[in-house]
């Protein structure tokens, strides 16, 4: 049976940048999650930044920096090898992500601004499982996920 590896914040974890959670009621969450398919994972705390944390968002260059000015791309790039190696580990080959996450988010993201505004895009987590076959889906795709995991 297919593990998928879920951003830990859509699972009810307060993990987000100002220590809440998202998290994503839906039936076929709680099914996957009975079936023990879940793998619960977030690259930004796995890559070594703290709750609460700045936010951050990716700059054009491609690097990430809080709206402090900080640059935490290091941080973000461990967070996204660590869920690749989770997933090479775990023989995962699905991910259900949250969107506009500058880690996790996989159409959209925020333009860098700090001003709110969404651009199409991926995080640096969800573009790397993307670039090593690893198909991710936002929670806003979850059904499209479920026909592939069935
Ligand atoms: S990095 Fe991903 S899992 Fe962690 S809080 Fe942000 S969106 Fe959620």
Not at 63 to 80: H, I, P, R, Y
Not at 125 to 141: D, P
Request: aromatic share 6%.
């Amino acid at each position: 049976m297919n593990k998928i590896l879920v951003s830990s914040c859509l699972l009810g974890e307060p993990v987000r940048y100002d220590g809440s959670s998202k998290p994503l009621l839906h039936k076929l969450l709680t099914l996957w999650q009975q079936q023990g398919r879940i793998i619960s994972f977030c690259p930004e705390v796995a890559g070594g930044l703290p709750i609460p944390r700045d936010a951050a968002e990716i700059v054009s260059d491609g690097s990430v920096l809080t709206v402090s000015g900080d640059d935490v791309t290091k941080e973000f790039e461990l967070g996204a090898k660590k869920a690749l190696s989770i997933c090479t580990k775990n023989q995962i080959k699905f991910a259900l992500l949250k969107e506009g996450s500058p880690s996790c988010g996989r159409n959209e993201i925020y333009d860098g601004s700090h001003q709110g505004v969404k651009v199409s895009g991926l995080g640096l987590t969800a573009k790397l499982l993307e670039e090593n076959g690893i198909r991710v889906f936002s929670e806003n795709q979850i059904e499209s996920l479920y026909l592939k995991v069935i």
